[in-house]
């Protein structure tokens, strides 16, 4: 089974994970399982690789991709639970993470799902088909004030308030059932000479997929836990591909890499801050011109790694 698009920052990844042939790794973002095989192609028989999506559409998938490798487990939940997912398979701790967040390139290709802005398919944007909530629903139940708040801190849309004026006026008239319906009160509510930035529905779907998935609100937790899941030397890498997740990630490994906060007049350290290891880059890494030239989609990635050591106590 091969893929439209190489798996974005895939190099990078790979050598930023620092792979221990013998070692356990998690992809808590399976996908279509682009990044899955080049780490699964690294490990041993005595390896050990776990993926992790919400997405059993994915999932499958990416056992087909995988079928040649028998040291794979699949999981289907979510990596915001990787503490309760590595407890359930009796692993205490693993050697690396790799998290490629928000909507994955199969997602993408399956017009079906409504990820897409591009074509007219059902509103719906769920990563897991389980969930109730739908972007239909959100679209055709929630308040003018909600959406426009959701629109504009979610998507960074300046014209949130015309978009979620025009959504409330069109859905009086008939239900928003389609991806094409949603475009075009978008392109409606955004004036044309405002429309030069890429595909002006670009940001509302970010933000309505956000929502329907929630994305955001555990992710600081899901990176600080990921650290914490991690052997002492073992990495995680995160991919980013909005300043809202980046935002949250960088600040996760601030806070994760520690630092005394006692004021400088102190004699000694009294904070008990404590450190768990260091960030591998302080400026994310990005796409080369190469890759840009081959992938349109890596073109607002950011990776971003940190290095677990032995937990550090400020003041002892």
């Known amino acids: 089974m091969e893929f439209k698009h190489k798996p974005v920052l895939l190099d990078e990844c790979i050598q930023g994970l620092n792979i221990k042939k013998d070692g356990i790794y998690v992809d808590g973002t399976l996908g279509g399982a682009g990044h899955s095989k080049v780490i699964a192609d690294n490990l041993s028989n005595k390896g050990l690789l776990i993926g992790i999506d919400r997405d059993e559409e994915a999932l499958n998938a990416a056992k087909e991709r995988l079928k040649d490798y028998n040291n794979v487990i699949y999981v289907h939940g979510n990596h915001d639970d990787i503490m309760g997912i590595l407890e359930s398979l009796n692993i205490s701790k693993v050697d690396g993470i790799l998290l490629d967040l928000g909507v994955s390139s199969y997602q993408l290709d399956e017009k079906t799902r409504g990820f897409s802005y591009i074509g007219s398919n059902d509103l719906d944007m769920r990563m897991d088909k389980a969930q109730k909530l739908t972007a239909k629903e959100i679209v055709n139940t929630y308040s003018e004030e909600k959406l426009a708040e959701i629109i504009f801190e979610y998507g960074e849309e300046r ?102 906060t006692c004021p400088k007049e102190l004699p000694y350290c009294i904070c008990n801050n404590k450190s768990y290891g260091r960030i591998i880059n302080k400026k994310p890494i990005v796409s080369t011109e190469e890759e840009l030239k081959l992938n349109s989609r890596a073109q607002s990635a950011k990776l971003r790694i940190f290095e677990r050591k032995e937990v550090r106590t400020y003041g002892e």
Request: hydrophobic residues 35%; contains cysteine.
């Open 159 to 260: 014209y949130s308030r015309n978009i979620a004026r025009n959504i409330c006026i069109e859905r009086e008239k008939k239900a928003i059932n389609t991806t094409a319906d949603l475009v075009n009160i978008i392109e409606k509510s955004i004036p044309k000479s405002k429309q030069k930035d890429g595909h002006p529905a670009k940001r509302t779907f970010q933000a309505i997929r956000i929502e329907v998935n929630d994305e955001l609100k555990p992710l600081y937790d899901t990176i600080m836990n990921s650290i914490k899941a991690l052997n002492d030397g073992g990495r995680l890498c995160v991919i980013t591909f909005h300043s809202l997740e980046d935002r949250a990630v960088k600040q996760a490994f601030i806070d994760a890499e520690g630092r005394c």
